[in-house]
Structure formats: C-alpha cells, structure tokens
C-alpha cells in the first residue's frame, strides 16, 4: 500500500473560458495536514468539488485507497470515508446545533428507523461529545441560524467529523472567525482530528494558521499547483510570497 | 409541545368527537368524512416538512376509494378492504413517487396536479370499468364478518376512522421526530448537506410519498365505504386543492392539526352549504385569507400557542 491516501491526476475542468482546474496532479499522504493556499479564484473549491463528486473532471482521475472514485456520486464517496466542510457552512438552519449533529450521526450509521427518536439517549449523549470536542456544547440547544460565523463554521466541520471520516476536505475553516478566537479554535480542531487519526486537507487564507499546523503546503494558481512542500520552504520562496501571500501576509 | 399534552389532548378529542356524534346522529357521517380526510391530509403533512406541496393527492385518495368499489363485491368485508386499498395506493404512490421526487417546489406540485388529472380523465372516459362520471355503488361490506344493520354499520364506519386516524396521528408523530422525518425537515433547509452526509434525500422524500400515498388510500377507502358512491370528481383537482386547504387551516405543526383542519372544514362546509347555498365557497376561501393573515400556524398553532403560554404561566 503506498503512503497516498488520495491521488489526483491531471484533473482538468473548465467554465466557459475560464480553467478552474488545468491539469491538476496531487497526492494526499495518510496522516497528513495539507493546506491549500493561493488567490481568489485560484480553483481551490474546484478542487474539493471534484474531489467529493459534487463536480465531474473533464479529464484526469481521481483514486481513494487506490480504487477510482470519478463518476461517483457525493453521497458514496462520503460513505467510502471522505468527509467535508463548506465554505459557506451548509447547516439545517431549522434545526438546533444538536440535532444537526445527530442528524449526521443517524446518516452515518444509516439507521433510519422512522420511529427512534432523533435525539435518543445514545445518539444525544454521542452528539454532546463531539460537541464538547469543539467546545460548542454550550450552543447545543441554539438554532444553527442563529450562530455567529465561527460557530457556524465550527458546527459545519463538526457535522463532517460525525461521519467518522477518514479524509477530511475544509473549506477555509477559519474564515468569518474571529482574528482573537482563531488560533484557539485550529488547535482544538487540530487536536480532535489528530486523535481521530483524520487525514486532513484545508484551504486556507492565514499564513500564520498554514505555517504552525500544515505538514506541506500547495500552491493553488490558475487552476494549477504552483509549488508544494514544507510550509518552511514553500512560504519562503520569493515568487510564492509575490504571488500568492504578499497581499495575504499583513492581513 | 410536551408528548403527554398531545396524547391527552387527541384522547379528549377522541371522546368529544364520540359523545357529539352520539348527541347528533347525523353529525356521524360528517364527522367520518372529516377523519379521513384528517388521515390524508397527515400524508399531505409530511411532504410539507419537506417544503413540498403536492397538489395532486387526490389521485390516492381516489385509487384507494375506488379500490373498495372493484374489490367491495368479491370481498365484501372491511377489515379487508382498507389493507388491500393502503397496498393499492401505496404502490401507485411508488410508481408516481419515483417520478415526482426528482422535482421540487412548483415542479413537484404541479407534476402531481398533472398525474391526478391523468387519473381523472380515465375514470371519468373508462365508461366500462368505471361507468364514467355516474360512478359506482358501494354495498356496505361486513365488518369484522358481521354483516351490520345501517345504523350501526354507520357506527362502526366512525370507530373505525378514529381508530385509524388516532394511529396515522400517532405514527406520524414519531415519524416526525425520527432521523428520517427530520431529514425531510432537511431537504427544506440543506438538501446538498443530506447528500454529503451520505444521504440520498430523493429516498428519504420517496419512502415519505409512499407514505403519504398509503394514508390518502386509507382515507379514500374510508371515504368510499361511508358514501357507498365513489365517482371521478374524487380525484379531481379541487379535491387536491381541499386537502391542501385543510392542511393549512388545521397547521402542518403537529399530528392534531390536520384533524382540526378537517373537522372544521367539513362543519363549515355542510353549516355554510345548508345556510348560504351561493356564498359557501366565499366563506371557506375567507377563512383561509384570515388563517394565513393571522395564523400562519393554522388551528393547531392557535391552540398549541395558548396551552403553551398557559403552562408557561404555570411554571
Ligand atoms: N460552478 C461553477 N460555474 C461556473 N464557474 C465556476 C463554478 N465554480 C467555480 N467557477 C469559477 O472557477 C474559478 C475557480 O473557482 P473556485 O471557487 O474554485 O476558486 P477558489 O480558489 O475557491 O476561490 P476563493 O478563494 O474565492 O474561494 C473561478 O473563476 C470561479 O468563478
Ligand atoms: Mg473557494
């Protein structure tokens, strides 16, 4: 077995004129924190899209534990341990904090009994855990709608972690958090993940975020990988810093 | 709402609705009529909590009335007419379902106007299996082997609604508050997000749609065997249209409010008929604009909304 988790070849699709993804080659390792850096519009969602069959390549392949995964639809490759966070968090905002969670772990233990309360003790007292985790459990009875950003996002990436997946896709985690609370919310996500042994892969925006938790870093521009390594080595090399971080560093 | 508040609150209704129908005989065949349609519209309640109105559940409550008249004959007993009308149903809502739920909102809608008119139009045109628009008697089966006077066959057709419709009622509470009837409140909200959690939503809205079907062939049997005449106009799309306005003025809130909804149509309709032969439709359609102004939570909201405040005073 090789050390990738996922491998991407030569992924390519296009919107009209526009290359989102233009031959795209990448392999996730097991166990690593990989981080996607690169400008707006860069094909960074793209990327995700394709990767959780939300959008089909116009050419390439994509491979999970060495079996083909292209053509599937969303709903198998999250059966298959591929989970995901969105950009704009993707909650049932008529539901409470809790129920989403247990909604997701109902969803993955495909036990739709349809007469089991949603909330039954087991289900509830699974949800408060991993709610406890990400330090949400003061929120539980809080309608999603009405969460401020962080928290949002936080039950968003939550709502994927309750999947129990083995590969986890976020999407900016920490944008719409608050600059003060920032820090402290990546390092307990960071822990949650690290102790469920999640693969993880996140775009991100803050280069502080990418050089304390990311194992390497790709460079996403114009549809294309610019450079991958190290975040000591990437983030240090000149025409990356011109490209993608020097807007990005003093924000 | 409290589970218990609920259940005493349909047992107290159960008894009322008995101890009416007992100080006004002819309350009996009105008061049927409205818990079945109660138990079509539950079905109608379901599709609700996924945002989706089908305009066309007639269509069921029609194939599961005219079920009873084709099999009434060969099987003249109720016990067996009411499972074989819920199967019938229930697998023409499957059929239809795999269609329809690949649409939403006034797709959805109307594609189950379009199919329930299909349905009319045969009934009405197939003279020869149907007699068209004279429609066909229904003899009064036996119930439970006896074969019953009219008197007490009239009775026993009430029992037997209330017994259904307390068990639709109290299915459709759980059902609600499973993962699966949450997750039809989730295709209203996050369709996508029920996908990426491995979820097909279309799956969970079709075993709701089959299940709506089963209780609109239930009511349309129930329907079929109190009238003992059943013709096309059940299918027809003003008949949709009352389900829908039931649901709406009884409150898509909770298991009672289609019941409401129903009881109160039904004496609206036969108080108004009977007093303002011209004007009945004016009231019941000014009705609805008061519930939708000033009730958006139909009967049921009202109700739920003073008891709720009365236990919070309480408390
Ligand atoms: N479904 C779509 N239809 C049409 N164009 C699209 C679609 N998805 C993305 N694009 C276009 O593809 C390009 C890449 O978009 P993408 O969302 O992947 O960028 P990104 O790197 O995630 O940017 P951001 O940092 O702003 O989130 C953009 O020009 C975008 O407008
Ligand atoms: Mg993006």
């Known amino acids: 077995m090789s050390g990738a988790l996922l491998e ?26 990989l981080a996607i850096i690169g400008p707006n519009g860069a094909g960074k969602t793209t990327f995700l899209n394709m990767t959780t069959g939300y959008l089909r390549p116009q050419a390439g392949t994509i491979a999970y534990e060495g079996e083909s995964i292209l053509g599937l639809a969303p709903r198998a490759i999250v059966r298959r341990g591929i989970g995901r966070s969105f950009q704009l968090p993707q909650l049932f905002t008529e539901h409470t904090v809790l129920e989403n969670i247990a909604l997701a772990i109902a969803a993955r233990e495909g036990l739709w009994s349809p007469l089991a309360p949603l909330l039954r003790h087991r289900w509830r007292e699974e949800a408060m855990e991993i709610l406890g985790r990400f330090g949400l459990a003061a929120l539980a009875e809080a309608r999603a709608d009405a969460l401020n950003e962080g928290a949002r996002k936080l039950t968003d990436i939550a709502m994927a972690v309750a999947l129990n997946p083995r590969l986890l896709l976020m999407d900016e985690p920490t944008s719409g958090v608050a600059a003060a609370e920032k820090m402290a919310i990546v390092e307990t996500l960071v822990r949650v993940l690290r102790e469920a ?10 280069m502080d975020v ?8 790709a460079v996403w521009s114009q549809g294309r990988i610019a450079a991958l390594g ?8 000149p025409a990356v810093q011109r490209e993608v971080i020097g807007i990005e560093r003093h924000a | 709402m409290r589970r218990g508040t609920e259940a005493t609150l349909a047992l107290l209704a159960a008894a009322g609705l008995l101890a009416a129908a007992w100080a006004a005989p002819w ?20 599709l609700l909590r996924a945002g989706q109105v089908s305009f066309g559940h007639a269509l069921f409550l029609a194939s599961g009335a005219y079920a009873v008249a084709f099999l009434a004959p060969a099987a003249p007993e109720a016990l067996l007419l009411l499972p074989a009308a819920a199967l019938l149903a229930g697998l023409l809502g499957l059929v239809v379902g795999l269609f329809v739920v690949r649409y939403r909102d006034i797709f959805f809608g109307m594609l189950n106007l379009a199919i329930s008119m299909v349905l009319y139009s045969l009934l009405e045109k197939l003279y020869e299996l149907t007699r068209g628009t004279d429609g066909i008697r229904v003899e009064p089966p036996r119930v439970a082997g006896f074969a019953l006077t009219l008197e007490t066959y009239v009775w026993a057709m009430l029992v037997l609604a209330l017994v259904l419709a307390v068990g639709f009622g109290a299915f459709v509470r759980a059902y609600l508050g499973s ?23 279309r799956r969970v809205l079709l075993a709701a749609y089959v ?6 062939g239930v009511a349309g049997a129930i329907v079929g065997m109190t009238t003992r005449h059943v013709t096309p106009l059940l299918a027809y799309w003003t008949s949709s249209g009352e389900l829908v306005f039931i649901a709406i003025l009884g409150g898509a809130g909770g298991a009672l409010g289609p019941f409401l909804g129903a009881a109160a149509y039904e004496l609206v309709r036969v108080y108004a008929a009977a007093s303002f032969a011209d004007a009945w439709q004016a009231i019941l359609g000014t009705v609805l604009l008061l519930v939708i102004l000033f009730a ?7 109700i739920s909304g003073l008891l709720g405040r009365r236990a919070g005073r309480a408390a």
């Open chain 1, 8 to 33: 991407a070849r030569g992924l390519r699709l296009a919107f009209g004129g526009v290359k989102a993804a233009d031959g795209i080659d990448l392999d996730v390792l097991r166990g690593e924190f």
């Open chain 1, 230 to 237: 190290p975040p000591g080595q990437v983030l240090s090399d």
């Open chain 2, 27 to 46: 309350l009996k065949f009105v008061l049927t009529i409205a818990l079945a349609k109660g138990i079509a519209v539950l079905g109608i309640l379901l």
């Open chain 1, 197 to 206: 042994g999640v693969t993880a892969v996140f775009v991100e925006h803050d």
């Open chain 2, 179 to 201: 993962p699966m009837g949450q997750a039809l409140a989730g295709i209203k909200t996050r369709e996508t997000r029920l996908e990426f959690m491995g979820v097909s939503a």
């Open chain 1, 210 to 217: 990418v050089e304390r938790f990311a194992d390497r870093v």
């Open chain 2, 211 to 216: 299940l709506s079907a089963v209780m609109g």
């Open chain 2, 296 to 302: 958006p939570g139909g009967l049921w909201g009202v």
